[in-house]
């Protein structure tokens, strides 16, 4: 799927993430009762906007959250991310927040891989 995270979010197919996650959880995960519920997505925002936000968002901050960067520039890299939806009553464990959490730790780790794999490339 690099090849098409690597394109602005603008000009990203969502149903072409959404078919190769799907294939890769059918072969990765045959007996998971869970995979149905993972998904893919990618955030009108980059990781540290989502930071600041929830910085922000934490201290009760009157000012307006920076504006989202635009789709035409935002690369797929940074903007994408996997979201769980967490039935009851696994949700009262696994709050929106943890999820969030998670998603923080994903973008930093997915990140660092493709900062890692351009520099075994060159």
């Not at 995270?5 to 996650?21: A, D, F, T, Y």
């Not at 009851?88 to 696994?94: E, F, T």
Request: hydrophobic share 45%; aromatic share 8%; glycine share 2%.
């Amino acid at each position: 799927a690099e090849d098409e995270l690597v394109k602005p979010v603008s000009q990203i197919s969502r149903g072409r993430l959404h078919s190769k996650l799907e294939l890769s959880l059918r072969q990765a995960a045959i007996h998971d009762p869970f995979k149905e519920a993972l998904s893919c997505d990618l955030l009108p925002f980059n990781l540290t906007n989502q930071l600041l936000r929830i910085i922000n968002a934490a201290k009760g901050a009157a000012a307006a959250p920076a504006a989202p960067q635009s789709a035409d520039k935002t690369p797929g890299l940074d903007a994408f991310t996997f979201d769980y939806s967490v039935a009851w009553p696994l949700s009262l464990i696994l709050s929106k927040n943890a999820i969030i959490k998670y998603q923080l730790i994903f973008r930093h780790l997915f990140h660092c891989k493709h900062v890692e794999r351009q520099l075994s490339a060159s």
